[in-house]
């Protein structure tokens, strides 16, 4: 009975969108917004420059409702994304336990053909047979080629794959860091995040910073995570703990998200008739891989139509608040005269400029204050590892085996969590110091342009930045590699102790390097801090010139239109005023669609 209401709710979730009347719609809407192009009046008020870039925008938004629909795997290193793929397919498509030189991302979509191709960053490509995915063979490939890759581009004949493509990526936090860029690009494009965590290491604070930072600004529908390798638990019991541990930590940040134990090793080898790795709990797992891939299906892929419909709105509600952004920016400049426009575009313009003089006062003080940081922090960690010695010199009750299986894990993630701990409180005080220059910064040009305050901040707004900006922050995340790294050598330093299996020894041999333990960790943790500096400065330099960029733009523009004839200029405001109007027609639009689609 259950199963027959399931089955008529989804049924009814399919007829509630008509994707191709819905992607019509909302490109029939796009099309308004191309007056902006072809109105002469509007072009000559809003400058060519930024039509030109309302096709770029526009092209995107088209994409994003043309695209495959997109479920992005992703998580941190070896945590099992690529065995997770291959066993929700049935099939080993995507190649695991890849080196650091075969690290690539993955996008694995539908063909009536098996057809696979590595795609270079310039553009060119070489085809791959079945075989050649493999990783030995992978790894001959890209090392005969040493150009940059791009991805490798699988296409399959898997029912299941129909409409969608699924993006294995590289662990975050990867040794080499080369594909963060590149992971959030895919972040952006993303339709439905995967999100892979090991029951080894069950969401530690770098992995839920990332959930943070990354995943949640983003607004997905639904947020599926998996905590993989479930079969290196011991019994039912211990993965009904460890995943109700997760769904603990992860419930404080996403509400919507969904949390399931597997193995993707088990369901791979089940599916193969292969030799199962945990016999114990085999049914379990099974059952519980088969939950998952039930609600992907009637949660993520029967609702794709729907989930990407609305992801393109929200684009497109971000590109109408930037053009009336600029609409009203240009119309207060308008009220300026020639003479005031070029002072402010000199003063603009001037490497020595008093603007510029106080963006470097704000690093300076930017500066001082993540050394003060970087003191604190480090205090702060030379009393946690103090308290972690008496913990380890305290625990006789733990066997050598169990020390010998977990014990690197449970350093390695207390230490990398302490570390995330101190630099999330502290990323959070520099973020809103960040914020403050910002708002000083704008107000100081602001001074000087002397619009309303309103327009000022929405000059920070202004742009596409805006929907990047939700991915901004995964830049805030302090040296994952260097994490990495420091994982690393904790391994190194935890497995060198050779105790012949004895319990005492195992852990004197601990205590007795601790001090060496200790010094690495804080050396680490200057590199830290060194890093958020570099960081913060960085990022203001960003903020700062996207500042001026925006604002000489703009008047450039009320330069030009202070040049032009009287009867031009009434043209100009003529031409704000459709602006206008075609903004607030489209705001409309969009809205009804949206109620329309219940968005
Ligand atoms: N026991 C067990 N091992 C697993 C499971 N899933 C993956 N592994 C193993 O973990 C190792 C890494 O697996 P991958 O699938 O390559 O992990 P990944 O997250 O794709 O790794 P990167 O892409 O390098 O970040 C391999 O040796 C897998 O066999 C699992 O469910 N159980
Ligand atoms: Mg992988």
């Known amino acids: 009975m259950d199963e027959n209401i399931k089955n008529e709710n989804s049924a009814l979730n399919r007829l509630s969108v008509d994707f191709d009347h819905a992607s019509e ?24 420059e930024y039509t030109e870039k309302l096709n770029k925008w526009k092209s995107n938004i088209e994409k994003r409702i043309k695209d495959d629909f997109s479920i992005v795997v992703i998580g941190d290193f070896k945590r099992g994304k690529s065995t997770f793929i291959n066993a929700l397919l049935g099939e080993k498509i995507v190649s695991t336990n890849v080196t650091p030189e075969t690290v690539t991302i993955n996008r694995v979509s539908y063909n009536d053909m098996f057809h696979s191709e590595l795609v270079f960053k310039d553009g060119r490509k070489i085809e791959l047979t079945y075989d050649e995915l493999k990783r030995e063979h992978l790894e001959n490939i890209i090392a005969e080629t040493s150009s940059p890759v791009e991805c490798i581009d699988i296409k399959v004949p898997n029912e299941m794959l129909k409409g969608i493509r699924i993006v294995d990526t590289p662990g975050i936090g990867d040794l080499l860091n080369q594909f963060d860029d590149q992971i959030k690009d895919y972040l952006v494009h993303a339709d439905a995040i995967i999100y892979i965590v090991s029951a080894l290491t ?28 479930m079969d290196c638990l011991e019994s039912e019991d211990e993965v009904f703990k460890i995943k109700n541990l997760i769904e603990n930590r992860v419930s404080d940040i996403f509400p919507n998200a969904q949390i399931y134990g597997v193995s993707g090793l088990d369901e791979y080898c089940r599916i193969k008739g292969l030799k199962r790795p945990n016999s114990e709990i085999s049914d379990m797992l099974a059952k519980s891989f088969d939950q998952m891939r039930l609600d992907l299906k009637e949660d993520i892929i029967v609702q794709k139509d729907i989930i990407q419909i609305q992801r393109a709105s929200n684009m497109l509600n971000y590109l109408i608040n930037e053009l009336s952004s600029k609409v009203q920016f240009i119309s207060s400049l308008l009220e300026l005269n020639k003479q005031k426009l070029d002072d402010l575009s000199d003063a603009f313009m001037n490497d020595n400029s008093e603007l510029l003089k106080r963006v470097a006062q704000h690093k300076q003080t ?49 230490v990398r969590g302490a570390i995330m701990e101190c630099t999330n409180a502290h990323m959070k005080k520099i973020a809103v110091l960040i914020e403050n220059v910002t708002e000083a910064m704008a107000n100081e040009i602001n001074v000087s342009v002397s619009v309303s305050k309103s327009i000022s901040s929405s000059i920070v707004d202004v742009s596409w930045t805006n929907y990047d900006s939700a991915i901004v922050p995964l830049n805030f995340i302090p040296g994952f590699e260097m994490l990495a790294v420091l994982g690393q050598s904790i391994l190194g330093f935890v497995k060198q102790a050779n105790t012949q299996g004895q319990q005492k020894k195992y852990i004197s041999a601990i205590l007795d390097g601790y001090d060496q333990l200790k010094d690495m960790v804080l050396v680490e943790m200057d590199k830290v801090y060194g890093q958020i500096m570099r960081f913060s400065s ?62």
């Open 25 to 48: 719609d909302l490109n029939l809407i796009l099309d308004e917004l191309l007056f902006f192009k072809f109105d002469n009046k509007i072009r000559k008020a809003m400058g060519v």
């Open 202 to 229: 069950p969401l530690s604070e770098s992995e839920k910073t990332f959930l943070c930072a990354s995943i949640l600004p983003q607004n997905f529908y639904k947020l599926f995570v998996v905590v993989n390798m």
């Open 366 to 414: 930017i500066k001082l204050e993540v050394k003060e940081m970087s003191i604190e922090a480090k205090e702060w960690m030379t009393l946690f590892l103090s308290r972690m010695y008496s913990e380890i010199k305290n625990s006789e009750s733990i066997s050598i085996e169990t020390l010998e299986k977990y014990f690197h894990f449970y350093m390695i993630d207390s």
């Open 538 to 599: 960085e990022e203001l330099d960003k903020i700062y010139k996207k500042q001026i960029e925006t604002s000489l733009e703009a008047i450039q523009q009320a330069q030009d239109i202070a040049l032009t004839e009287e009867s031009d200029k009434k043209e100009i405001i003529d031409g704000l005023a459709s602006a206008n109007e075609i903004i607030n027609l489209t705001k409309s639009k969009v809205e009804a669609f949206e109620k329309r689609f219940e968005l």
